[in-house]
Structures are given as structure tokens and as C-alpha cells.
DNA sequence: CTGAAAGCGCTTACAG
DNA sequence: CTGAAAGCGCTTACAG
């Protein structure tokens, strides 16, 4: 019934709720503009009893400073957060715990969705018309113009990737050739000898290196009946069709390794449902990430586990320390992976 | 080699590379700053030649306007997202659509995690800190006190929920009450004769629409031996556990509708794997979401989908329209949802 | 349509 | 440690 209040001549304009200002809060706290500035700035010189007084009358009043003023000639407590995979689950875990850390160092997030019509350049540019303090970088694959743009603007940047051997921005991920050794590792010990590679979007460093660590280990054991296949996106669909194709030649491999362990769960169900195969009796699988799934009943798959929660950490704790101190050298921080043998490669040795 | 040419004594302080500014745009194209400024500002009153005067000097300089600067009087241009529900993997691609949907719009979305340590007030009145354009609230549960925050402050918000009837802020949602209708209809039409609701988080409106649906369908076409169980937060694991429980009872149910698609993997894993019952013949399975797994070939989940397209789209456009027009009155759109039927209740008539 | 000037809310040398 | 004043980069009445 009020429904219809708006819109009549008489409407008064909205009138954005009158924020408070420092100048009210010193005028209250009897005190100068500057000391109630210092008093929300932690690292400035105010005594104890000065920064309490302004406190008060600025709870009063219930002043909450403007992070976009202050932003302009001090830092915006605003931190980046470049993604581009936003179809892997594997990410919305990752994207909380970014968030919740930023969030308890009294910052907050910009969420940039990199998507394939925007390049990457771009992205970063615009994220610095915000005066971000950091910028963080998620990516599965890591163009070097990525690299580049962060390193031009000289704003913290760490990237959370799956690639290393990058040395003019901070970088951290896990040791993929590791992981690629140790899926073969998985395959060749429970017996497989014909072991093929699904490989993930081309160009992804991490793609790349789990690969060259998985044919490496095989050739080093002396398996050679290996091959490499054409994967696509990290996505249920693509490790579905991947499989399909393989089993159209005339090399059947025994045993995969897919680049992920959603492509894993698509693979494993078209080996099922489609192709009539047993995992792991007719053939081994393996994936990597351990995504939730990944240990429920209806795959049971192995994986090789990337240390995510450390991985996290050190990718906040490097760019609060680049925040703090811009003249710290750039770190490319690698931490080691972990073999997680499940029912998709439990086949008793023949 | 180059490493440690920083850190000497002679090191020179790291300088934030300048950004170029209105007044040196202004200078270049020899014209006032305020002629930038318009320039840069869709809707003001320039001519064009003096525009293109403006965007030619900028563009040599490769000025990039500073949006903080830019919104301590105007539009920030942010839109803040508040979201609660971060182990959903049904939030990645919705939160995905969110982030292209308002960049499309030349804005940037501020994303904040709530979560239970953090009250919803607070969140609300930190975004304001930003002076965000608007806000976009995803949540599952819909307290009262996130609405009048929302409220309190006048910054143009829709809550993108699984709720309605709502009518002091703006709302989008799909119809659970309906949903719950369907998922009667699907399991009674299979021929189930005992079917069991299994709820969400307690206090979430979804759930709870969902679960009257149901009931009040199955007590119009005369089906009485149903029962509910608590089913805790939308996962796996809760699904899972929350069967378990169920069949503990004397009182077995035939037929079960889970909250959630997610619920309802976890939940079909122990049906087949802990209890050794057979879906369909054994047990019907409904969930709600259409989750890309929903359709895999392990689970073939029947469920009801909601129109995801539709309502982030309405949630985008209303938003908009009230950033716009900030006099629009609240309005509460409800989305019809629809039946999936997969193999899960392919159960033949008994 | 255009420009000169005041102002947004906060920070930061500069004196004391 | 504290305050008066200038300044951050942009916008917006106010005149013309």
C-alpha cells in the first residue's frame, strides 16, 4: 500500500545517509584533523591518550573513516585478485581462504574475472586505477605478458600458479615434474605398463611440467608404451571426451594420468559407462588436486595432492611482506606435492 | 647476477611509478581540467570535438583516470559482494557470472567473505566503507538483520537468494516452494510410496520452502508415511552422513529428497556403497541444483534446476536499474524452477 | 558547451 | 607528540 510513496512530485531526493568526517570527529574530540587521522593510521605517532579520546568521540559519532580518500594519498587497503578459471571447483575453496586472510589484515578484495576476450595487460592496468597495495594472481597458465604487466607497474604481485622457474615476480607453487614422477610411480608399481598422459589446456606451465615429470620417470623405469593426448580445458567434459578419443586408436593404453582430477572423474565415467572398462581392474587412473570428490565412493581416486593450505599461506604471507617492504627481491617459493593411493590404481600386481 | 643490485646503500627508494593526472591531460591538450574530467564522463555536457581533443592527449599520455579519486565525490564505480556460501561449488560459476556482469558495466565487484565469525551488520556497513555503487548479496540463509542492514544504509542492494516475500529491499529467487512440489510429484509418479525429506542448514528459507512444498504436495495426493531428517550445511559430507542416520530408524523410507544436489551425491554415495541399496530400484534420489555432476554417468541425479541464467541475470539488471534510478521502490522477483528426470527415480511402477 | 575555483575526506610534510 | 596548512586527483556548482 505504500508501494506507490516514490515517485510523486513531491518525493524528496534520496539523500545518501550524511557520512561522518574527521573534521566532526576532532571538532567532538576537541582535537585537530590530524590527530584523529593519526589516531586511525596504526604505525603513526599519537600518544596513548589522544589516539583513546578520538576513539571515543569517533564511536559516538560512529565514524568509520573512507577507505577511498584515504586511498588516494595512502595505501587502499585494496588487495587484486586476478582469476581466470572460474569453471574448476578447484578454485572456490582457494578464493574463500584469499578473501578471509586479506579480510583479517584489514584489506579487501577486488575480484577481476580474466576472461578470454579481455587480455591480461588490460586486467592489470585496470586494477591499478584502484591503487591496489597487491595484486594476486591465479592462473592456472602463466603468459609471460601476465609476468611482464605486474612487473611494470611496480605494485606487489605474487602469482598463485602451478609454474615456477620464474624469477621477475614472486611466484609460488607446487613442484609439478614432482607430481608427474609420482603418478608414474602410482601406475608403474601397481603393475601398469601401458600408461597414457591427459593433458590440460595447452600452454599451462602446469600441463607442461606434469607431463615432462611423468614421461621422464616412466622412461627412467624403462616403460616406453607411453603416450600423450590432447585433454582441453581442466573440466569433467573435456576428460570425458579425451578418453573417448584415446580408445578410437589402435594403442589402448592400461593405465591414465590426467592433468586433473575433474577431468579424472569424467574419464573414469566414460571408461565405465561408455567404453564397459573396470577401473582399477582393467585399467589404473589417476588425477591431481584431491578435490572433494575425489574421495567419495563413486570414484575413489588417486590423486596426487597439491600442499593447497601452504600453498595459500605463503601466497599471502609473501605479499604482505612485499606490501610492507617493496624493496624485497621477488621469491619463486616451490613446495612439494603428495602421492594419495586410492581404489583407481589399487590393482594387485600380475 | 642482477639480484641484490637492490638493498645497497645506494639503493633508490622505489618509486611508485607516477601516474599521469587530469592536469598534465589538461596541459597536453590545452584545454581545463574540467574539460577532462567530462570528457571522461559519459553522461556530461561536452561537445564532441572537445572530447576527442581530450581522449587523443590521454591517450599519448596513456592516462588512466583514478577511480579513487574518482569516487571520493562520484561513483566509486564498486560493487560489493557479500557471500556466505563458499563450499558450494554451485557459487563458483554464479559468482563468475557476477564479476563479467559487472565488469561488462565498466564497475569492479568488491568481494566479501562472510562468514560465522564475522556478523552481517558489520560486513554490510564495511563495504559502505567503499562507497560501493551497490551490493549484491548471495546467501542462502536470509536473516533479518542482513535486510536491515541493507536497508539502513541507501545504497541500492538486491539479494540474490533462495527466498521471497521480502519486500523492504530487493530480491531475486527461484519458486522452492514449487520446487518442492515437483520433487513430490517426480518420486510419487515413480511409484515411491514413503519418501523422506533431507533438510539444509536450519533457518535457510530455501530449505524451508522446499521442504513445505514437498509435504503439502504429498498430503494432497494422499501420501502420509513421509518423514523429515536434519540434514545440516549443503555438502557432501552432510548428505552422506545425514543417510546414514536415516537408516538407523525403524521407519525406512523408499524414496529421499535431498536440499541440494551436492547433499544428494554424498548421499547416493551411501545408499550404494554403506547401505548396498540400489538407485532406482531400491531407493528414489531427488536433489535441487542441476550441478555439473548432477548429470555425470555415476550419479544420472534427477533433480530441479533452477534458472540460474535468469535469475543472475534479473539480479544484475535490477541492481543496475536501482543504481541508476535510486527512487525504483524494492521489488521481489520469483523464478519458476523445473523438473529434471534422470535415472534416480527411473523406478517402473510398481 | 567551457573554464576558474571550491570542495570531496583524508594524509603528510613542516614547524613547534 | 601535536596542529595548521597544503595537497592527493578528481568532480561539480557557478558563471559565462
Redesign the interface.
Known amino acids: 500500500m505504500t ?2 510513496t ?2 510523486t512530485d513531491t ?1 524528496a531526493p ?4 550524511r557520512k561522518v568526517t574527521v573534521v566532526e570527529v576532532a571538532e567532538a574530540a576537541g582535537v585537530s584533523v590530524s590527530a584523529v587521522s593519526r589516531a586511525f593510521n596504526p604505525d603513526a605517532s599519537i600518544s596513548r591518550p589522544l589516539r583513546e579520546k578520538v576513539f571515543k568521540a569517533a564511536a559516538s559519532l560512529n565514524y ?6 584515504r ?2 594519498k595512502s595505501r ?1 587497503s ?1 588487495v587484486g ?1 586476478l582469476m581466470t578459471d ?2 574448476n ?1 578447484f ?3 582457494i ?2 581462504r584469499f ?2 586472510e586479506i ?1 583479517k589484515r584489514n584489506c ?6 580474466v ?1 578470454g576476450d ?1 587480455d591480461i595487460q588490460e586486467a592489470v ?2 586494477v ?4 591496489v597495495d597487491g595484486l594476486i594472481i591465479t592462473s592456472a597458465s602463466l603468459p609471460q605478458e601476465l609476468v611482464d604487466a605486474c612487473h ?4 606487489p604481485a605474487v602469482i598463485f600458479g602451478r609454474d615456477s622457474s620464474e624469477n621477475s615476480v614472486t611466484v609460488v607453487s607446487c613442484d609439478n615434474v614432482l607430481a608427474g614422477n609420482m603418478a608414474a610411480d602410482m601406475l608403474l608399481d601397481a603393475g601398469y605398463t601401458k600408461p597414457a598422459f591427459v593433458a590440460g589446456p595447452i600452454g599451462t606451465s602446469a600441463t607442461i611440467d606434469r607431463q615432462r615429470g611423468f614421461i621422464s620417470r616412466l622412461m627412467e623405469r624403462g616403460c616406453n608404451q607411453w603416450q600423450v593426448v590432447e585433454g582441453g580445458e581442466f573440466s ?1 567434459d573435456a576428460g570425458y571426451d579425451a578418453t573417448l578419443r584415446i580408445f578410437q586408436h589402435t594403442e589402448k593404453p592400461d593405465a591414465l594420468f590426467y592433468a586433473d582430477d575433474i577431468m579424472a ?2 574419464g ?3 571408461l ?3 567404453l564397459g572398462l573396470s577401473v582399477p581392474e582393467d585399467i589404473g587412473v589417476v588425477g591431481v588436486d584431491d578435490i ?2 575425489a574421495k ?4 575413489n581416486l588417486s590423486t596426487i595432492r597439491q600442499p593447497n593450505e601452504q600453498m595459500i599461506q605463503s601466497t599471502i604471507d609473501a605479499l604482505f611482506e612485499h606490501i610492507a617492504d ?2 624485497l ?1 621477488p621469491q619463486s617459493i616451490t613446495l612439494p606435492c603428495e602421492a594419495v593411493v586410492r581404489g583407481s590404481t589399487q590393482k594387485t600386481r600380475t
Open positions: 508501494k506507490e516514490t515517485g518525493a534520496i539523500q545518501k545517509k568509520k573513516p573512507n577507505r577511498l580518500a586511498g588516494i587502499s585494496l585478485i572460474f569453471n571447483p578454485y572456490l575453496p578464493l574463500s578473501t578471509t579480510q579487501h578484495s577486488l575480484l577481476i574475472h576472461d579481455m592496468e585496470l591499478m586505477e584502484y591503487n611494470s607497474q611496480n605494485t569433467y572423474c569424467g573414469m565415467d566414460a565405465r559407462y561408455e572433494r570428490l567419495s565412493r563413486s570414484y617493496p624493496h627481491p
